[in-house]
Nanobody, 121 residues
């Protein structure tokens, strides 16, 4: 399993920007499918964006044009650049790593501890 540590969360005004980082341990980082999820109070955890080992990204409709997921395999790190933030983006943001096998079989993968993002209106 891979260990994940998120950072970069905080309090920002609506319209502002934040960049989240997720540092991963292990030597096979480049092979993992990485994802950012979020969970708002009283809601289920939802996918925000994912990126494959080849750099193919799949952002959810709610964040298209505002959020960008990227990865730096040399640094074992995945990023989430969040622009034009809205109050409804307020949530705990989690990083997830899945191998291709886990993705095919529906395995949970590895999760970080989460980082809080709060957007004030």
């Amino acid at each position: 399993q891979v260990q994940l540590v998120e950072s970069g969360g905080g309090l920002v005004q609506a319209g502002g920007s934040l960049r989240l980082s997720c540092a991963a341990s292990g030597s096979a980082f480049s092979m993992y499918i990485m994802g950012w999820y979020r969970q708002a109070p009283g809601k289920q955890r939802e996918l925000v964006a994912a990126i494959t080992s080849d750099g193919i990204t799949t952002p959810e409709d709610s964040v298209k044009g505002r959020f960008t997921i990227s990865r730096d395999n040399a640094k074992n790190t995945v990023y989430l650049q969040m622009n034009s933030l809205k109050p409804e983006d307020t949530a705990v943001y989690y990083c997830n790593a899945r191998s291709v096998r886990e993705s095919v079989l529906g395995g949970p993968g590895s999760w970080g501890q989460g980082t809080q993002v709060t957007v004030s209106s």
